[in-house]
Structure formats: structure tokens, C-alpha cells
């Protein structure tokens, strides 16, 4: 992976707060950065505005993000969630998620005469584009991933009949291939930095000359919040990482965390859901957060947090992002710059 993120100001210096030598050392370390990235902020300013310029009901395929508190929020304001495109009425509008769709979602779509915004983030469809163009001149896709997400499902979609996932290494072993030097890897953008690299070099073994994508598929937001968790990781007896069950990203920051020496991690939506019994004999609590999880949550554990006398909070900032996207296509002019509500 590249050193420093597109959109991403490495931190001048990064300092880890040391514990207190002596008594009362309850104290919080946050990462930064964590929260929203800017595919996620893009998605939900897209339903915000076609709920502003259509009224509801709005029709969103999937969960617009992986965060139940931002599906609850939007449904509450009369956005209806579907599984598929054939639930949604002929002739009405649908969002399609940040995730991304295969290009058969689109055309069918197209066939029920629905109107589409497409929130896919630019670095998923970046990542299509290289599916579509490895598959053009040929090569056999190994694409890293996460089997049933639906960021793979859009992605492989591009090119079935050249895409195969390689989720585990039994994958790897698996995998067959028509001409071993005509492979080429590439990746989910949500995925551990560390384990992807582990796959790679396990696919390299098999296939030396397989082709790096052109450029990183884990996108800058994956790896800095990884980044950021990991520079506290080892001075944190527990790590609570705010991010929901079905967020492949905040769930890779707790394994990534426990990977980098925290005593404990977990995974909360919200802050109630912490279970005082993990708080025994700790002393310093890390919180992060996943790229969908809008920083009111937590605000939120903080605050429960600071009740329960773990008010010293200390951000620990390995670098600042600056990225931002313009609005899909089928809403610009409506308001850029526009910030999401729910945050
Ligand atoms: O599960 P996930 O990490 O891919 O998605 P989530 O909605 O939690 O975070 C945003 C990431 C996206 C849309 C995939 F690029
Ligand atoms: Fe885009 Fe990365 Fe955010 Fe996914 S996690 S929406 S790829 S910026």
C-alpha cells in the first residue's frame, strides 16, 4: 500500500499519551481519524436531497450505508429500504447504495422504468472500472474479498465469467486459473491492510506473476482508521469501536486493534449497549470508529463514558483527512458543498 492516503495529510507527529505512572489512570485515547469517510457522507447527503427535491417516499436497494443508526434516521424521514429493485413501484425513484451494483441491477432497473441516483462511492466504481478492464484485455480476476458483501457482488457483476473471490486462503490454494500470466489481484476497499497483503503474497506463491491493481483498492479511509487504531492499540486494555454487525470496515478495526496488542475490542452501535462487566480493571479505554458511523455516536459513548469516571480523553491523530466528492451526477446543481444531517 502506498504511504500516505489521496486526500490524506499524514499528522506531523503522532503522540501516544503514556499512562500515568501512578493512581486513578481511567483515561480515553481517540483515534482520529474515524467516523464518516467522504463516499459515506456523499451517500447520505444524495437520499437527503432526493427526499428535499422528490418527498418521500424514496426508495433506497439496501441499506444505503452499513449503520443502523443512519438506516433508522433516513427510514424515520420516509425513505423505504428494499432488498432488490423488483420491490420498488414502476416509475418511481431509487438510490442505489454506496456499495455499488452490477451493471444487471442497473439494467433492470431500467427495464422497470424506475428513476435511478447512483450513490456508489467513486473509489467502489474506480474499482469497477478495473474489473471491466483486465476483463477487456483478458486476464483472470482474483478479487480479495469478503464472500456475500454486497460490495463484491456489485463488483464481480462487472465481469462474472472473469472474476473469482478469494476470500480465505483455502481460496487461494483452490483458485484455478486459465494462463498464470495473465492474472491480476485486486480488492473490496474495505478490507484489513494487513490480511489483504498476507492474501497477496499467498496468491503470489501460486501465481508469480500475477499484476498489482494500478493503483490501491483499499481505499485512504480503510487504512487510516486502521492506522490510527493501531498507534493506540497496544496502550489500551479495551477498544470500543462504534460501527454496526453487517460494517466489514469497523468490524476490521476491532480484529486490527486486538491484532495490534489491545488487551480486548468490541463492536457497539451504541453506547448502551456496553457492557459495564467489560470495564473491570481497565484503565485505558481506545474508541474509534467505522467509515459509517456518524461521530454523534460517538460523542455519545464519551459522554457515558465520562459518567463512569473515564473523562480525561486524549485524541490520537495519525492524519487528517481532506477528501471530499461531488454529489452523483443525477443531483448536481442541487446545493454542492452540502453536508449530511445525520452526523
Ligand atoms: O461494510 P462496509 O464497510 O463495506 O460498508 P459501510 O457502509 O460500513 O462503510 C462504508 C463503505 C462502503 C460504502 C464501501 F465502500
Ligand atoms: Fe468510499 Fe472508502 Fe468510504 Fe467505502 S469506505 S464509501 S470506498 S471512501
Redesign the pocket.
Given at each position: 500500500m502506498s504511504a500516505a492516503s489521496p486526500g490524506t495529510e499524514p499528522a506531523a507527529s503522532v503522540t501516544v499519551p503514556a499512562r500515568p505512572t501512578s493512581g486513578g489512570g481511567k483515561r480515553v485515547l481517540l483515534a482520529k481519524p474515524r467516523g464518516y469517510?467522504?463516499?459515506?457522507d456523499r451517500a447520505v447527503v444524495a437520499v437527503e436531497k432526493a427526499l428535499e427535491l422528490y418527498g418521500p417516499p424514496v426508495y433506497v436497494r439496501k441499506e444505503i450505508v452499513h449503520n443502523r443508526h443512519v438506516v433508522d434516521t433516513l427510514r424515520q424521514r420516509g425513505v423505504i429500504f428494499v432488498e432488490e429493485t423488483s420491490e420498488v413501484p414502476e416509475g418511481a425513484l431509487v438510490v442505489f447504495s454506496?456499495h455499488g451494483v452490477s451493471p444487471a441491477v442497473h439494467e433492470e432497473a431500467k427495464a422497470r422504468d424506475l428513476r435511478t441516483i447512483d450513490a456508489t462511492?467513486p473509489?467502489?466504481t474506480k474499482v469497477h472500472r478495473e474489473v471491466r478492464r483486465f476483463a477487456g484485455e483478458d486476464y483472470d480476476i482474483l478479487l480479495i474479498g469478503h464472500e456475500g458483501h454486497e460490495e463484491v457482488e456489485g463488483t464481480s457483476g462487472e465481469a462474472p465469467d472473469r472474476v473469482q473471490l478469494v476470500d480465505t486462503a483455502e481460496d487461494v490454494r483452490k483458485v484455478t486459473v486459465r494462463d498464470p500470466s495473465k492474472v491480476v489481484w485486486l480488492s473490496q476497499?474495505?478490507l484489513s491492510v494487513d490480511e489483504t497483503m498476507e492474501r497477496v503474497d499467498q496468491l503470489r506463491e501460486r501465481f508469480p506473476e500475477i499484476a498489482d491493481p494500478p493503483s490501491d483498492d483499499i481505499?485512504y479511509?480503510?487504512s487510516n482508521r486502521q492506522v490510527a487504531v493501531k498507534a493506540m492499540a497496544a496502550e489500551c486494555d479495551l477498544v470500543l469501536v462504534v460501527g454496526s454487525r453487517n460494517s466489514s470496515?469497523s468490524k476490521r478495526l476491532v480484529e486490527v486493534a486486538l491484532q495490534a496488542g489491545a488487551r480486548a475490542a468490541r463492536l457497539v452501535d451504541y453506547a448502551h449497549e456496553v457492557d459495564q462487566a467489560w470495564l473491570e480493571g481497565v484503565e485505558t479505554v481506545g474508541v474509534t470508529s467505522g467509515?459509517s458511523v456518524p461521530d454523534v455516536l460517538v460523542m455519545e459513548l464519551l459522554e457515558w463514558l465520562g459518567e463512569r469516571g473515564w473523562g480525561d480523553v486524549q485524541e490520537v491523530t495519525t492524519a487528517n483527512e481532506k477528501i471530499a466528492f461531488a454529489l452523483p451526477r443525477e443531483l448536481r446543481g442541487t446545493g454542492e458543498g452540502a453536508r449530511s444531517s445525520v452526523r
Open positions: 469517510c467522504a463516499g459515506v454506496a462511492c473509489l467502489v476497499t474495505t481505499c479511509a480503510t470496515n467509515a
